[in-house]
């Protein structure tokens, strides 16, 4: 796996979330569904041509539901989100999450040692729960087997699992078991140098009792490529020799391909710490967000990315995963526009097997009419760039 | 949130958002009235982020890039205050809702955070001072309007970040003219970083209090003797763990004692935007309860 996939030129993916489909969701909720939902799920299962979508119809029409039907309708949702990405025409896909309530709370509620907490906001008007660490960590049971054999059994395309990571899980969370003696009496470099202990403690247990049964889980099943998504790896610039040691002992001497995905950032505090993480065979890292929508491949006209450089140097020649769809917006991004963006990130590289073309994060948060354009967009953008590298089609 | 949420996607009506904000409100109101705080705030319930009224007050540009705040899973709108800066005209949705009982606090973004955290082309430290006279004093004149006795200027940029020492004339420059011929208690909070090695610096500033973030900062390099108010962050707005309130007693003493403020408020370290509801609630309970026995104390 690792000597195909980490290095095909221009591999194109999603890195995790989608959107649930209103159908989906007010059906679990035990909500009432309207005309509209009904006729959402019809007109996506014709669109991406879902196999069988019409039972799904059927199903949707005799709530209330029962927990197996409950179960079903998660696994509709997940058919329907590998459909839009297969019918996106990405090289390596998933279920957009479907089956997880989120990507923080799913790892913590199958988790011991945790106690929800509340929610908060992350932006907009988006929030998260958060739990608190209270006990020791352990895992509940492997909590993505069950998506991940699912859809093994639908999947035509190549598949890549992301699991949310220690580092993320403890920065996401409150410590109300490492770090307790807080007297702010004390002087405050004595208090700054307990909390990293501390922390350091408390990363290390969830890669060690939790990230890494679950991948081991995960390999057992076949789980050829496992993403560790990180979003809040550079959130403590201090900290980022914990999360490193953190990647470390999640996949230290597991058998498949490990990457991880960085976003939201200044990507420059990751450097020099990440070079020591030789077992991560991708970054998928957004720019998007911080680019021009200009076209052009110059410094100037793609000041996003101009700290790709810095993954270029990595002396363990990890593949980039290119971020070239901003997340956070409705703006189309057109295929000229991925274009240059993946020309400017090869010539950087000099080497297209080394980049792989991804949105900057996952897409939850557009709609998925929104979140379909954006992505065949892209793929149209690294076809165009394929074309003007001379690359020939990959393979199907 | 939930109804925010479904507003977004076409699931609630406006209405019901508005519902849902005024019984958010009202619940935060009373807490911070069961707590006996001296100074109300509407939490800046309906504040996506910490510029975004004020930007809609300020013009049309639509603020796109997400930008995290500082170290946390937080992320505001970055402000795009490129070109000439138009005036406030208007304060409309940026003052505390009229069911706030008074006194209020009217909390703004500091000159310095708002001129740093923007995108602009323009020199940094001219934006300070322009964004001081053009923007938040007018919003501050209308707050004290509207019955706001403190105004809280949150200052995490400098606390993270730092200054550069040719940068403390013109942050003296733009909080005058924010301070000049106030009629209210003008506060400038450091947190999410170290205020030790600023403090000679802060202590010269024209403004009534300075506030520290002591989660970050050693008690011990306050210094002593203070001609201005202190607001002491002694609550930590960024853990679950619920403050000792006989801790919080000792040591908000402790600096009576040490630094010997000419005011000393109790507050937390940070905004309470990084708790969950009921964490806050009962954070806010705790800062009351040691308030109280603190007065006790010094009327004794």
């Known amino acids: 796996m690792s000597s195909t996939l980490d290095h095909r030129a221009l591999l194109t993916h999603e890195i995790g979330s989608l959107d649930k489909p209103a159908w989906r969701v007010k059906a679990y909720a035990g909500q009432p569904l309207s005309d509209r939902d009904l006729e959402e799920a019809r007109s996506w299962g014709e669109r991406l041509q879902v196999p069988n979508y019409d039972q799904l119809i059927d199903l949707l029409r005799h709530a209330p539901f029962s927990k197996e039907q409950k179960t079903d309708l998660q696994r509709w949702s997940s058919l329907y989100a590998l459909k839009l990405e297969e019918g996106a025409g990405l090289d390596v896909v998933y279920d957009g999450e479907q089956q997880r309530t989120e990507m923080y709370d799913w790892a913590v509620s199958h988790s011991n040692g945790f106690e929800r907490r509340g929610s908060v906001r992350a932006f907009d008007n988006k929030y998260y729960t958060k739990a608190a660490v209270v006990a020791p960590i352990s895992l509940k049971a492997p909590f993505h087997n069950a998506e991940f054999s699912y859809l093994v059994s639908v999947a035509g395309a190549e598949l890549k699992i992301p699991v949310t990571g220690a580092y993320t899980i403890a920065d996401w969370s409150f410590d109300e078991r490492y770090d307790l003696d807080t007297d702010l009496r004390e002087p405050a470099a004595d208090r700054r140098r307990k909390h990293k202990a501390a922390r350091r403690d408390f990363v290390l247990e969830i890669a060690r009792s939790l990230i890494r049964p679950n991948l081991m889980a995960l390999i057992g099943l076949g789980a050829r490529w496992i993403q560790v998504d990180e979003p809040g790896a550079s959130t403590e610039p201090d900290e980022l020799d914990i999360f490193v040691d953190s990647f470390n002992a999640s996949v230290e001497d597991l058998n498949a391909m490990f990457s991880t995905h960085l976003c939201f950032s200044d990507y420059n505090l990751f450097f020099p710490a990440i070079e020591r993480m030789s077992q991560c065979r991708q970054f998928a890292v957004g720019f998007a967000n911080y680019d021009s929508r200009e076209l052009g491949t110059s410094d100037a006209q793609r000041p996003g990315y101009q700290v790709i450089k810095k993954f270029r140097d990595l002396p363990y020649k990890p593949a980039l995963g290119l971020g070239v769809l901003d997340i956070h917006s409705d703006f189309i991004e057109s295929p000229e526009l991925v274009r240059d963006r993946v020309l400017y990130a090869v010539k950087v590289f000099d080497d297209p097997a080394r980049i792989h073309v991804t949105p900057d994060c996952g897409l939850r948060t557009r709609s998925w009419e929104v979140a379909f354009k954006k992505l065949r967009n892209m793929t149209a953008g690294v076809a165009l760039a394929r074309r003007e590298l001379g690359l020939p089609d990959p393979p199907a | ?300």
């Not at chain 2, 019901?16 to 019984?23: D, I, K, T, Y």
């Open chain 2, 1 to 300: 949130m939930a109804s925010t949420r479904g507003l977004d996607r076409g699931r609630v009506t406006a209405d019901a958002v508005e519902a849902a904000f005024a019984e958010d409100l009202a619940a935060f109101v009373r807490v911070q009235q069961q707590a006996r705080l001296d100074v109300f705030s509407d939490g800046l319930l309906r504040w996506q982020d910490i510029f975004r009224p004020l930007m809609e007050a300020v013009g049309p540009i639509k603020p796109e890039s997400l930008v995290r705040w500082f170290d946390t899973n937080t992320f505001f709108r970055e402000p795009d205050l490129s070109g000439t800066l138009p005036g406030v005209d208007r304060a409309d949705g940026l003052l505390p809702d009229a069911s706030v009982p008074r006194p209020r606090v009217a909390t703004l973004p500091s000159p310095y955070m708002f001129s740093r955290a923007a995108r602009t082309d323009r020199d940094r430290n001219h934006l300070m001072v322009d964004l001081a006279g053009k923007v938040l004093r007018p919003v501050i004149d209308a707050a004290i309007a509207a019955g706001c006795q403190l105004v809280h200027l949150e200052e995490p940029w400098l606390g993270y970040f730092g200054i550069e020492s040719k940068d403390w004339a013109p942050l003296h420059e733009a909080l005058e003219l924010l301070h000049r011929d106030l009629r209210a208690t003008l506060a400038f909070h450091i947190y999410f970083g170290d205020a030790g090695p600023h403090v000679d610096q802060l202590r010269r500033l024209p403004v009534d209090a300075i506030g520290v973030d002591l989660v970050e900062t050693d008690v011990n390099e306050l210094g002593s003797g203070w001609d201005k108010g202190l607001v002491a962050g002694v609550i930590d707005g960024r853990s679950s763990m619920l403050e000792s309130v006989e801790n919080t007693v000792e040591v908000a003493r402790h600096l009576a004692d040490t630094v010997r403020p000419r005011n000393l408020y109790l507050s937390s370290n940070c905004e309470l935007a990084f708790l969950p509801t009921v964490v806050a609630e009962r954070k806010v309970q705790r800062l009351g309860e040691a308030a109280r026995k603190v007065k006790q104390l010094v009327s004794v």
